[in-house]
């Protein structure tokens, strides 16, 4: 099958399974197989599709994630390794990235730890974006831990990463910033979302009171955290009752309050 023809058919394919964006999904897909851009798939109409496009469409179609299928994703100017290992790096959390490296802005050497590390999204793009910081990431998934490192391998950055949780923020060395994206959301309204989350990790998902309890445990100067929709307004006044000063509350790209941040 030619491209054209296989556009057509897998953006038909991806609407019928309720795609929120079939024809974007469709010309990935088919750039994908054939090792192309996006923008150049319309510049091989008449290119054979090789069969492998099939499998992926199909997988898509279940509604399986995209970075999943394609086997990567991009986030801030690097490129990810992804799988079911950790969670989709989001653009949301692009933000996350934004607020931490202004909190460690001018600092030669800031000491960093990102608590819950998944993939390595936040950790290596703070580590790219500010090369004298010594970045720690965690997580307490050996499977996420190990896709992590995958992707400091293959960027060539330096990220010490550690089997751990919350406790890490809290050793007494004492860290220039923490920063996370803890699971928030409630547990019983995970049913009632977007098909793709059922692929992704439950615990790195569901509510888990981690925003307090990093909060409370915390030995740095500057704590950002990724909140929920609707969740920025608590989360920053649990901040200001642990003792947090400079408490800002900052929007992602859709205008949603997406990262609070907090100052000891």
């Known amino acids: 099958m030619r491209v054209a023809a296989a556009l057509r058919l897998a953006e038909e394919q991806l609407a019928e399974a309720d795609v929120d964006t ?66 989709v790096p989001r653009p949301e959390t692009e933000v996350v990235v934004e607020r931490a490296l202004a909190a460690i ?16 999204a936040i950790a290596l793009a703070i580590a790219d974006e500010h090369r004298g910081a010594r970045v720690t990431g965690v997580d307490t998934s050996r499977a996420a831990r190990e896709l992590a490192r995958e992707n400091a391998i293959r960027l060539g950055l330096d990220v010490e990463l550690r089997l751990a949780g919350v406790e890490a923020a809290a050793g007494a060395e004492g860290w220039d910033l923490v920063v996370a994206n803890p699971p928030y959301i409630p547990g019983a ?24 309890q990093l909060a409370r445990r915390a030995r740095t100067r500057t704590l950002v955290l990724e909140v929920g929709d609707g969740q920025a307004a608590y989360v920053a006044e649990t901040l200001a009752s642990l003792g947090y000063a400079e408490i800002e509350i900052t929007r992602d790209l859709a205008g949603t309050e997406r990262v609070v941040e907090g100052r000891r």
Not at 31 to 44: K, M, N, Y
Not at 56 to 78: D, N, S
Not at 105 to 120: C, F, I, K, T, Y
Not at 193 to 211: F, I, K, M, N, Y
């Open 105 to 120: 802005d001018g600092l030669e050497a800031p000491r960093v730890l990102d608590v819950g590390v998944g993939s390595g």
């Open 22 to 87: 079939p024809r974007i999904d469709a010309a990935l897909l088919v750039a994908h197989v054939l090792g192309v851009s996006r923008t150049q798939v319309l510049l091989e109409r008449d290119r054979e599709v090789p069969e492998e496009l099939d499998t992926l469409v199909q997988r898509r179609a279940e509604r399986e994630p995209l970075a999943y299928v394609l086997g990567e994703w991009g986030f801030r100017r690097l490129t990810l390794k992804t799988d079911r290992r950790a969670l």
């Open 189 to 212: 309204m995970l049913v009632d979302l977007q098909p793709e989350l059922r692929w992704e990790p439950t615990q790195a998902l569901v509510d888990s009171g981690l925003h307090e």
